[in-house]
């Protein structure tokens, strides 16, 4: 349809689902490259300085999956690690590289859009982590009394950018949700 190609092509697009009857269409936002490298340096020191990193480097972008009885369509950013972790898995499993049987091969092309969603999870679920020890910092030193905490800006930011992070979160899960519906009707 039309309308589902430009909506896998508008990087505003928020979390949403929605089905013909020929494919379902899921966009899933997924933390942007820029989080991840920063992730290493953010994380090094714990405070105010790391915080400020973090929060400058939260953003997101939308994938896009387009889901088939046997082929599953997706559109990544350019700079999308979602793509090249899974292309490599699926190379590996093609040329025998994961005998080990840890990983087996997707059944359908819904199992693996479900697979991307659940890697892209881990990526807020570590964010998310992150944030809330540096928040902690911040609101530790905004009560300590020798502490001569100024920074309420930051502190601010950082209570505003989890609150982002779960408005994106709930438009997921209601994403999900929606097609789960779907696939019980």
């Known amino acids: 349809v039309d309308l589902h190609v ?81 292309a490599q898995r699926l190379l590996g499993q093609a040329v025998g590289a994961e005998a080990r049987g840890v990983t087996r091969a997707p059944a359908n092309p819904a199992d693996l859009m479900l697979r991307m969603i659940n890697h892209m999870v881990d990526s807020y679920l570590d964010l998310r982590r992150l944030l809330t020890r540096q928040l902690g910092f911040l609101q530790r030193e905004l009560l300590n009394p020798a502490s001569h905490f100024h920074d309420w800006p930051l502190l601010l930011d950082a209570r505003n950018a989890l609150h982002q992070l779960e408005d994106t979160c709930e438009d997921q899960r209601s994403a999900v949700q929606e097609w789960i519906d779907a696939l019980d009707e």
């Open 6 to 86: 430009s909506d896998l092509l508008n990087a505003q697009l928020p979390s949403h689902f929605d089905y013909t009857s020929w494919y379902d269409l899921m966009v899933f936002r997924r933390l942007s490259a820029a989080r991840s490298e920063a992730d290493g340096s953010a994380a090094a020191d714990g405070g105010a300085a790391s915080a400020r990193r973090t929060l400058q480097s939260v953003d997101t972008n939308p994938v896009g999956f387009a889901v088939f009885d046997r082929v599953l369509i997706t559109v990544h950013p350019a700079d999308c690690a979602v793509r090249e972790y899974f």
